[in-house]
């Protein structure tokens, strides 16, 4: 028994996958063995099958697990900032992005440090970060005469000397007027 290609014929050897060997075959005759007598070959491709499946979805589920933890580490960052956001623009943060900043670097080295707790000492040691409380015009006094601190010049160097110290605006404002005026 040849085929066509010179081959002999093996019985036996026909791939169960490939529907029997002939395009008009049922594959029954030929090749395949009897009802109840063993293959001629192990059947070992389906358990490697199996366990290569098994790796691809073990591999799968870790990739899924690690792409979880990220989306909740991002989500606990969000989270954080906007909580810190509300507290700066309760506390009266000029520049929130840099008072933000600080108070990140705050509470990322004490650790155990509230939000609220981290804003106040922002605003006590770096009070130009926020607004005064006291509004603007506040103790400011507007008169025609804004000379009258000062007649002739006089005290213009402590009243420069007191601005430069403290950084109120109130006083440089009064030393410039009285130096206009001088």
Known sequence: ??????????????????????????????????????????????????????????ARVEEL???????????????RKTEIDAVLLEAGAVDLDTARLVVESELSAAGDLEVGAAVATLRATKPFLFRSSEP????????????????????????AASARETGDRRELLRYLRLRRGA
């Open 1 to 58: 028994m040849e085929d066509q290609g010179g081959l002999p014929e093996t019985p036996g050897l026909i791939d169960p996958g490939d529907g029997g060997g002939d395009p008009g075959s049922d594959g029954g005759s030929g090749g395949a063995p009897p009802a109840g007598e063993a293959s001629a070959e192990p059947q070992t491709g389906d358990g490697a099958r199996v366990a290569e499946l098994a790796a691809a979805r073990q």
């Open 65 to 79: 697990e690690d792409e979880l933890r990220e989306a909740l580490a991002a989500l606990a960052r969000a989270e």
């Open 136 to 159: 603007a015009t506040a103790g400011m006094t507007f008169s025609a005469a804004p000379f009258a601190d000062a007649p002739d010049g006089q005290g213009l160097d402590e009243i």
